[in-house]
């Protein structure tokens, strides 16, 4: 099964590839494969900035007796 | 023996001497202040000086601020950003005075607010040099500059899970979480609140103890947030204290402070990161992953340029292939004028297999013309066409 990346991961990995593709290191017949998984990166560090992730809520909910969460 | 005299005739008697004495005499005195009663309606205050040595009391003496001396405490405490309390040392100016019911008294004129603040920045300096020395893995002085192993860390791409140190219901908490709430780009933040008393004698210890609590949890914050009012006369003491400072020194998560006073930089503000107020606190996280956003932006620009380009250049070197191609063709060359020779339905490349008498045929463009060699020769020079 594949592993679920970071934001972080995705962001460094995202990083990569522009730079591979900017010196011409992709080949034409990956491009394609490529850019949508790019894509698929860019959503994932788009979310962490306007979506709390699930695991945050998760943890919210398991608060200390001491604090509280607020959205 | 004498026949006793009045006691009003004693007094009157100490009376003249001290005011024969102390009339119109104003005195410097440093003492340490007990037992202070403000009186802020009336405005008065009623308090003991007092001289310690080694711990054990040497003198006392009652003392009061009259009502036209009572803005000399305001302007202490809003100087120093402390509050005239207990234990405070000061240097003042005073009056001896005896009155016959009450006593003697020094009232007190004014205080040396500059005095106070040499003493006050003494000992943040002694308490500085003390967090250096102690804490050199932690805490190095560099070009005049603290650096810390908590405001050197490196902050998390997005900020997003926050632990936030703040007095319930203060203009501090409700300034922090309103300009997280209301940032213009709908970023959604988890915000942990540690609510505790951050002024007064213990603030630094409840501070300390929300901080180890934030701590056992380390993996679920970005950053700590440590808050309070702008505005705010009371001290930033608690912010100066040694155990305190060291902490955040070396705490796991980055520290933002925004402790609500511009004249000065508490211990605490050297030791992480100073963003002054609550709301600058919330406006650098939010501004943090602005620039995040932008970073990402400029990535998709990027590899969609990146793209379009290849794509381009595909695309050209294929339209260039195909332009060889096609004016390699055959029938392009007889459309240029020029023609092929074959014999016995064979291409003829090389002249030299052709001799007189030989039939060849002679493929133009739309026609075909049928010959025998009658005659050969070579050219003088090769053919420059």
């Not at chain 1, 679920?4 to 995705?10: D, G, H, M, V």
């Not at chain 2, 001289?51 to 601020?65: C, N, P, S």
């Not at chain 2, 060849?360 to 066409?385: G, H, M, R, W």
Request: a neutral charge; one cysteine or more.
């Amino acid at each position: 099964m594949k592993k679920k990346l970071t934001y972080n991961e995705a962001f460094t990995k995202l990083e990569e590839l522009v730079e591979q593709l900017e010196d011409g290191r992709i080949p034409l017949d990956k491009l394609a494969d490529n850019v949508k998984q790019a894509n698929e990166w860019v959503a994932l560090c788009e979310t962490k900035l306007r979506q709390i992730e699930k695991e945050i809520e998760e943890a919210a909910d398991t608060n200390s007796k001491k604090g509280s969460t607020k959205k | 023996m004498t026949n006793p005299i009045r006691l009003s005739t004693l007094t009157q008697l100490i009376q003249d001497t001290i005011q024969s004495r102390f009339e119109g005499e104003v005195f410097r005195v440093s003492a340490r202040i007990m037992n202070v009663k403000k009186y802020e309606s009336s405005r008065r205050c009623y308090l003991t000086l007092e001289e310690y040595e080694q711990g054990t009391k040497t003198t006392e003496i009652r003392a009061v601020f009259w009502a036209n001396a009572y803005s000399e405490i305001e302007k202490f405490e809003k100087v120093l950003r402390q509050p005239f309390k207990d234990g405070t040392e000061i240097t003042c100016k005073v009056k001896v005075r005896y009155h016959k019911v009450y006593g003697l008294n020094l009232d007190v004129l004014q205080i040396d607010v500059a005095q106070a603040l040499g003493t006050l920045e003494l000992e943040r300096q002694q308490t500085l040099e003390r967090l250096v020395r102690e804490n050199p893995e932690h805490i190095q002085l560099i070009s005049g500059v603290y650096r810390t192993y908590n405001n050197r860390m490196e902050l998390p791409l997005v900020i997003s899970r926050i632990a936030l140190i703040t007095a319930p219901n203060s203009d501090g908490q409700r300034d922090f979480l309103q300009e997280l709430k209301q940032n213009k780009h709908q970023y959604q933040f988890s915000v942990t609140e540690f609510l505790t008393t951050i002024q007064g004698d213990n603030a630094h210890q409840l501070i300390l103890e929300q901080l180890q609590l934030i701590e056992q949890r380390k993996e679920d914050f970005d950053l700590v947030a440590i808050v309070r009012g702008g505005g705010s006369l009371g001290d930033f003491k608690p912010f100066d204290d040694y155990e305190l400072c060291a902490f955040v020194a070396r705490f796991p998560v980055p520290v933002f402070t925004g402790i609500g006073h511009d004249r000065n930089q508490s211990i605490v503000d050297l030791m992480a990161r100073e963003q002054k107020t609550p709301t600058k606190v919330a406006a650098m996280i939010v501004e943090h992953n602005f620039d995040f956003e932008n970073a990402l932006i400029d990535l998709k620009t990027r590899m969609n340029d990146a793209v379009t380009d290849q794509l381009e250049r595909a695309k050209e070197r294929l339209e260039q292939a195909k332009r060889i191609i096609r004016l390699s063709s055959p029938r392009d060359i007889l459309r240029r004028g020029f023609a092929i020779i074959t014999h016995k339905d064979k291409i003829v490349i090389d002249p030299s297999v052709i001799h007189e008498g030989m039939e060849l045929q002679t493929q133009l463009k739309n026609e075909t013309i049928f010959s025998t060699v009658t005659k050969k020769a070579k050219n003088e020079k090769e053919a420059d066409l």
